[in-house]
């Protein structure tokens, strides 16, 4: 069956890096879209970046600081944050889109099947 794990989340500290982790199985990953997607308490859960076979999405919030990549051969799409600040503490989720051979989107009504989440916090 389709399954998404995420990994890699923890404490850091504002202006350090981390890097997330997205381990797939059931299917596969250069078939289809894959987006990063976070939930703070008492927010709505928002679109952070996606990457299909030809481009990569970053909401406006991360651009320049996160950076998503795949690889293919391990079934595992990863999440590389760097600058962080206390605003990017979040579950953070990974979820499987739709067909990676057309460009993707950050809206996670896009999205089928989703992780169980990592949680990211940024604090001193």
């Known amino acids: 069956q389709v399954q998404l794990v995420e990994s890699g989340g923890g404490l850091v500290q504002p202006g350090g890096s981390l890097r997330l982790s997205c381990a797939a199985s059931?299917?596969?990953?250069?078939?289809?879209?894959i987006g990063w997607f976070r939930q703070a308490p008492g927010k709505e859960r928002e679109g952070v970046s996606c990457?299909?076979?030809?481009?990569?999405t970053y909401a406006d919030s991360v651009k320049g600081r996160f950076a998503i990549s795949r690889d293919n051969g391990r079934n595992t799409v990863y999440l590389q944050m760097i600058s962080a600040n206390p605003e990017d503490s979040a579950v953070y989720f990974c979820a499987r889109g739709q067909s990676a051979h057309v460009s993707c989107s950050i809206d996670p009504m896009a999205y089928d099947y989703w992780g169980q989440g990592a949680q990211v916090t940024v604090s001193s």
């Open positions: 990457i299909s076979s030809g481009a990569r």
């Open positions: 059931g299917f596969m990953l250069d078939d289809y879209a």
